[in-house]
């Protein structure tokens, strides 16, 4: 029988994906693609261009009755911009029936950021009794007139039997609607079902990878974060990890930070390119310094194996801890396994190798909830 002390010695096998110097798999979140996001459900400004702040309540409340006279005569901005002030209350008492009817004006004239709002409001019951089925109708209405949101909120709704009945056909069509306006979250749902083998083959040909990479293109962290499970289940060819590896470096520039993450995975890997460690380094400091815990993880084995640079055994254990507090449990479990083995320049500590077992544990790491 293993002694406690023992146990925590032989945890370095059983938690190679924690990411300890002699695992080949970086640390980070492992299983599946992350699952599809819910729909959006926060009101927007529905006006093309946001109505600058007033100087003064005075010059607020004057906007306001401007608005109101431009709004009766049916102009789809104007009511747009009242419905937006009666739900923030700026210039205006705050009144959500009657940003509803602000909303309603302008979703008649055919702006479909309007029909986005009037349909959040229905589904949530702000203003009014929630209504879902008025809230769908609403939502595809504001898709046809061009909301992205709305299209991506129908589509959520279809894949998933919310006041309409479930046909991940429909979900698809109103996800790539979002997908073609710009909206990167609509991308990725899409490739989510296509990932999961739901729905017949698409006309256009595209699989959950296609979709992972215009989800990412667009800035969806999610589908940058996916294009990385992806590609560490083996599913990218060696020309999809390629324009993935392209994408999630021009994503990582624009500061999607999961986007770095997956970055770091694919040049630390040698995924569509070449192994480049030094700039793996990069891309995953880069990401851990916007509080990407598994980054932080990662980059942490690669110090203690001087992995792209010289060993670093004090800024490992530094990267750990960041990473254990932004809730990676593979960092809290390192930790207890280097606090168990006095490693790293740690002074052994049974005491503290189970409380970083424990934490990892509440933070989902099944590995580490047997020590």
Not at 34 to 44: I, K, V, Y
Not at 88 to 104: D, H, I, P, T
Not at 222 to 243: E, K, P, Q
Not at 328 to 351: F, T, V
Request: with cysteine; glycine share 14%; aromatic share 6%.
């Amino acid at each position: 029988m293993l002694t406690k002390t023992s146990r925590l010695v032989a945890a370095c096998a059983a938690l190679c994906l924690a990411g300890l110097v002699g695992c080949s798999t970086p640390s980070g979140a492992s299983g599946g693609a992350a699952g599809n996001q819910r729909a959006q459900d926060e009101a927007t400004d529905a006006s093309s261009s946001r109505v600058p702040e007033m100087s003064n309540e005075e010059a607020a409340s004057g906007k306001v009755g401007a608005l109101k006279r431009r709004c009766q005569m049916a102009e789809a901005k104007a009511c747009a911009s009242l419905g937006s002030r009666y739900i923030s209350g700026r210039g205006v008492e705050r009144n959500l029936e009657k940003a509803r009817e602000a909303f309603a004006k302008a979703c008649d004239q055919q702006m479909g950021d309007a029909c986005f709002n009037l349909a959040v409001m229905a589904e949530k019951g702000q203003g009014g009794e929630p209504d879902p089925m008025q809230a769908a109708e609403l939502f595809k209405k504001g898709c046809s007139h061009g909301s992205a949101n709305a299209c991506h909120n129908i589509g959520y709704m279809y894949e998933n039997g919310e006041a309409v009945e479930r046909d991940v056909e429909e979900a698809i069509r109103f996800y790539r609607k979002g997908c073609q306006a710009g909206k990167g979250a609509s991308c990725t749902n899409a490739g989510g079902i296509r990932y999961r083998g739901q729905g017949a083959e698409s006309a256009d040909g595209k699989d959950g990878a296609d979709w992972y990479l215009e989800g990412c293109r667009l800035k969806d962290a999610v589908g940058c974060f996916n294009l990385a499970v992806m590609d560490r289940d083996g599913a990218l060819d060696s020309n999809l990890a390629s324009r993935a590896r392209d994408v999630l470096s021009k994503s990582c520039g624009n500061q999607v930070w999961k986007a770095c993450t997956a970055l770091g995975e694919f040049r630390l890997r040698g995924s569509g390119g070449p192994k480049e460690l030094e700039k793996a380094r990069r891309a995953f400091g880069k990401a851990c310094q916007h509080d990407q815990g598994t980054a932080c993880v990662t980059l942490a084995t690669m110090c203690l194996a001087g992995e792209g640079g010289p060993k670093d055994p004090k800024r490992a254990v530094e990267l750990l801890r960041d990473g254990c507090r932004m809730g990676s449990g593979s960092g809290c479990a390192n930790l207890a396994i280097l606090y168990g083995q006095g490693r790293a320049g740690l002074e052994k500590s049974q005491q503290k190798a189970e409380q970083f077992f424990k934490k990892a544990c509440q933070q989902g790491y099944e590995k580490a909830c047997n020590n």
